[in-house]
């Protein structure tokens, strides 16, 4: 599945030296290692990194989820009036315009892969993933191309995406390496967080985050104390669509509940698991019930958020360092969705299922041929 070359990992898992130019490696770690706090620069809210991404998230959003914009790009319509349009929605942020303008099927491409990814999990052999690595295929096409863009073309991109490439080019990694290691990255970027975009209205809290159809403080949004029923929302959420799991190796014997567990092999936590847990969600945890969430009316005022049970995005070393990110995109797409248009399911649907049995590196799909088409129709403001 990698498909990267021997000597780009070779050179990717070499140690640097310490006072090497670019991102500092006061311990003189590989860029394997690095790319890591690299993540982190980008991703935490205690640098400037993550807000202008944030800002970038906002603007897109904005100009993008408007009837007048939506009429437009054609291809994501599924029928339209004068009053209603149904579409699909999807976004390009980390790369900047580029990359959609040199592969523009690159979105699409990706989505055929993700929503068969399990078939990369499983290790199904190539005869039968035909369909998931021809989408994979186009998406790292895609990306050689970008890579190979003049970078004064592409300025851009985010500092993540363009950083990662100038180590990566000071390594000597060719585009077709470049443009795998980065495929991996753009996974761990839209797996996740385009799947957590349902979840019921709450627009009347998110009200002064807006000057009528502008969301002018999406940040508002982000705190629980404005905003509790959205933080509610989004846990569970997470709780209910999350399939999060950690995988770490085995570096000595060590024996679990009687159970010896060798050396060498690895391990798998499923913390999906734990949060089925009715001694700590409390009752019916197979239902959604954003309530629990809730300190003031849900488990006796207790902080679920704190307990250990607690991993949506995993855990230790390897905690999804997008995680403010996803909340911040997630919650302004849907917080501004509600404030523009009235959506209403064409037809009489039922309500999707999660496809609990298909692995995913995160938050589950839903069930094949139970999606459908919603319609949108522009408030009318006084
Ligand atoms: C709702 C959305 C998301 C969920 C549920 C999610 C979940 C996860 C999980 C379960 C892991 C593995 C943790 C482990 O191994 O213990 C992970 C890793 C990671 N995620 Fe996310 N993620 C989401 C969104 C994002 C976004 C938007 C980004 C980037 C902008 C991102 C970047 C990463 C990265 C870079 C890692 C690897 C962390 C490491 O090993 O250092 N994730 N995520």
């Given amino acids: 599945m990698n498909g990267n070359s021997k000597s780009a990992i070779e050179v990717m898992y070499t140690n640097l030296p310490n006072d090497k130019p670019g991102f500092s490696n006061p311990l003189g770690e590989s860029l394997g290692v690095l790319a890591q706090k690299m993540h982190i620069h980008q991703l935490h809210p205690n640098g400037n990194n993550l807000i202008h991404l944030q800002r970038k998230v906002q603007v897109w959003i904005d100009s993008h989820l408007n009837m007048d914009h939506l009429r437009r790009v054609s291809a994501c319509t599924v029928s339209q009036s004068a009053t209603h349009i149904e579409v699909l929605l999807y976004q390009w942020v980390y790369f900047g315009k580029t990359l959609g303008r040199v592969a523009p099927g690159a979105t699409r491409a990706f989505l055929v892969f993700d929503e068969l ?73 839209n797996t996740n967080a385009r799947k957590t975009v349902f979840w019921p209205p709450t627009e009347k809290e998110t009200d002064k985050a807006f000057d009528g159809e502008s969301l002018v403080d999406p940040f508002y949004i982000q705190d629980p104390q ?89 855990a230790g070393k390897t905690l999804c360092s997008g995680r403010f990110l996803a909340r911040f995109s997630v919650t302004t797409f849907v917080a501004t969705l509600l404030r523009r248009f009235d959506i209403e399911a064409v037809g009489n649907p039922s309500f999707p299922e999660g496809d609990e049995g298909r692995p995913v590196l995160g938050i589950i799909s839903i069930k094949e041929g139970q999606d459908f088409n919603v319609r949108l129709t522009a408030r009318a403001r006084p």
């Fill in 226 to 314: 404005n905003c509790p029923i959205v933080d509610a929302v989004w846990h569970e959420t997470l709780r209910i669509a999350g399939w999060s799991a950690s995988i770490r190796l085995i570096t000595k014997d060590t024996v679990v509940g009687g159970k010896l567990m060798p050396k060498g092999h690895r391990v798998m936590v499923p913390h999906r698991l734990q949060h089925f847990d009715e001694a700590v969600f409390g009752e019916e945890t197979h239902a959604f019930r954003s309530d629990r969430w809730l300190k003031t009316d849900g488990l006796g005022g207790k902080d679920l958020t704190k307990s250990p049970s607690w991993h949506p995005f995993g």
């Fill in 117 to 189: 990814i399990w078939k990369v999990l499983y290790h199904y052999p190539s005869f039968l993933s035909r369909d998931m690595a021809a989408g994979r295929a186009e998406v790292v096409d895609g990306l050689c191309k970008y890579l190979r863009t003049p970078k004064e073309e592409r300025s851009d991109a985010t500092w993540l995406i363009s950083a990662m490439e100038d180590e990566m080019r000071a390594l000597g990694v060719g585009v077709e390496d470049m443009a795998i290691i980065i495929f991996h990255l753009y996974i761990s970027i």
